[in-house]
Nanobody, 119 residues
Framework: QVQVVESGGGLVQAGGSLRLSCAAS????????MGWYRQAPGKERELVAG???????NYADSVKGRFTISRDNAKNTVYLQMNSLKPEDTAVYYC?????????????WGQGTQVTVSS
């Protein structure tokens, strides 16, 4: 069984920073892409940033230059460093990981962590 657990959300003032972490654990053969998504009230879930096992990254235009995604493959962990936060970054942030287990490759989601940016 695989678990994906996020941490690091919270309340921060505009212009501040937060660092999210997401750790995958369990019977994992390997992890391919990992990413962060977010969903604000009344809006669809959107991709914030993604990173491949080789370290290639991609970002939503709205966060480029402010957010940085990274991963530690030895720890099966992905991070999202969020700087210069804006009120419009307020959302529940979800971690996603494409994980190879004995039964095949599947997408796993974390439970989400709330990020609230006050103006």
């Amino acid at each position: 069984q695989v678990q994906v657990v996020e941490s690091g959300g919270g309340l921060v003032q505009a212009g501040g920073s937060l660092r999210l972490s997401c750790a995958a654990s369990g019977s994992i053969f390997s992890i391919n892409a990992m990413g962060w998504y977010r969903q604000a009230p009344g809006k669809e879930r959107e991709l914030v940033a993604g990173i491949t096992s080789g370290g290639s990254t991609n970002y939503a235009d709205s966060v480029k230059g402010r957010f940085t995604i990274s991963r530690d493959n030895a720890k099966n962990t992905v991070y999202l460093q969020m700087n210069s936060l804006k009120p419009e970054d307020t959302a529940v942030y979800y971690c996603n990981a494409a994980i190879l287990v004995a039964a095949g490759a599947y997408d796993y989601w974390g439970q989400g962590t709330q990020v609230t940016v006050s103006s």
